[in-house]
């Protein structure tokens, strides 16, 4: 889309939710790798002003937005209860959707695009990487009670919002396929990571084969639990609300502990270019699963504690995958700064999978000081 007819949808979107003001401004915002986000400051009539933020969802990737906001509508109202009967401050413990000036949840823009919105969390920030380890296990403790929160929530009444998102040897076929087309004739370039892949081939089916054996139980899950998806409060540092939530669905406990592991329990960035700047940390591995057992307060199975360290490799091992494979297809998926940026970003998991690899006995005796 042009520029001209982004900024059109935009003032669009602007116009049909129902924010209680004046609009100040809109601007760019986070760090995301598919919607876009703007931050929208509103004057209010008494003076006072008010933030939202809000999200023209990728249509590329959610392929049905309205099954996304009804997922979202009815979690966010289930916590909202949740939250208040354990005595905690809804209005900043999860996220609320703003509605439209006609009511809707979603507002379509004249070029087919779907917009959200939700009113921003104030003094509130939100990390990159791991600055202080506390804040790590602050969202240890938060991705796990959003887990005991659930627990009782039907999951079979959620929308699959992306189909197969964390089936790891679903996208372990997919990247088979990409690498036999190499359309770009990129897979020369990839030729190590390639081999990473296919000689971890087995692991991908682990903890698939145990949830489709009925052994690991499916749940409501976010599916997307980067550091940078948990907001923190200014003044107290506590992990307080969770956030990007369009990838909560029916899922493996173990694919939300794993993706904050594979994203925060690391020494750089996911997209570092010195490899010999990216290692595995055990001690911030250790520091969030102690975190995760205490906020999941008892919820977890016996099996699925157990296989923690699991979750860890393969969610790792999956997003280096799907970044390996949107490389192959030309980079259709994840927004990417410049030609090579899914393959650096493949690099760094595999690194990070062979670490753990290295270090799996320690991994493990991490865990059982635990449970
Ligand atoms: C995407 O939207 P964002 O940047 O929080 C992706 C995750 C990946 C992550 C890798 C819907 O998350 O699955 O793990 O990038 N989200 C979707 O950084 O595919
Ligand atoms: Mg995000």
Redesign the pocket.
């Known amino acids: 889309m042009s520029e001209n007819m982004n900024y059109a949808a935009r003032q669009q979107a602007l116009e049909a939710f129902d924010f209680g003001g004046r609009i100040l401004d809109s601007v760019r915002f986070g760090?995301?790798?598919?919607?876009e986000t703007f931050c929208v400051t509103v004057e209010h009539g008494d003076h006072t002003t008010g933030r939202f933020v809000l999200q023209r969802i990728n249509e590329n990737?959610?392929k049905k937005p309205k099954e996304v906001m009804e997922n979202i509508e009815s979690v966010t109202s289930y916590l909202r209860e949740r939250i208040r009967e354990a005595g905690g401050d809804e209005s900043r413990e999860t996220l609320r959707v703003l509605r439209t000036k006609s009511g809707n949840t979603l507002f379509k823009d004249s070029s087919g695009g779907y917009w959200r919105c939700y009113p921003y969390v104030e003094d509130t920030f939100c990390l990159q990487q791991v600055e202080n380890p506390e804040h790590f296990y602050q969202a240890a403790r938060s991705f796990g009670n959003f887990l005991y929160l659930l627990k009782d929530y039907d999951a079979s009444t959620l929308h699959e919002t992306?189909p197969r998102?964390h089936d790891t040897p679903h996208r372990y076929r997919n990247f088979r396929r990409a690498l036999k087309a190499d359309l770009f004739g990129r897979a020369q370039s990839a030729k190590e990571e390639i081999d990473f892949v296919i000689g971890h081939r087995k692991d991908c089916a682990k903890l698939f084969d145990l949830l489709e054996a009925g052994e690991l139980p499916l749940r409501v899950t976010h599916?997307?639990t980067?550091l940078?998806?948990i907001l923190f409060d200014e003044k107290t540092g506590m992990a307080i609300c969770i956030v990007?939530l369009?990838?909560i669905m029916p899922g493996l406990s173990l694919s939300d502990y794993g993706?904050a592991i594979r994203?925060g329990a690391t020494t750089a960035a996911?997209d570092e270019l010195d490899l010999s700047k990216v290692h595995f940390d055990l001690s911030l591995y250790e520091l969030y699963t102690k975190g995760y057992l205490e906020g999941t307060n008892g919820a977890l199975t016996p099996l699925e504690r157990e296989c923690l360290p699991w979750g860890a490799k393969i969610l790792t091992l999956e997003?280096g995958i799907?970044f390996l494979t949107d490389y192959l297809q030309g980079d259709t998926?994840?927004r990417i700064r410049y030609p090579e940026h899914n393959l650096v970003?493949a690099r760094t998991q595999f690194k990070l999978v062979a670490d753990m690899e290295q270090r799996w006995e320690e991994m493990y005796a991490a865990l059982h000081r635990y449970c």
């Open positions: 760090n995301g790798h598919i919607n990737v959610f992306i998102f599916n997307d980067k940078n998806n990007d369009d990838t993706d994203f996911e997003c799907r998926y994840f970003r």
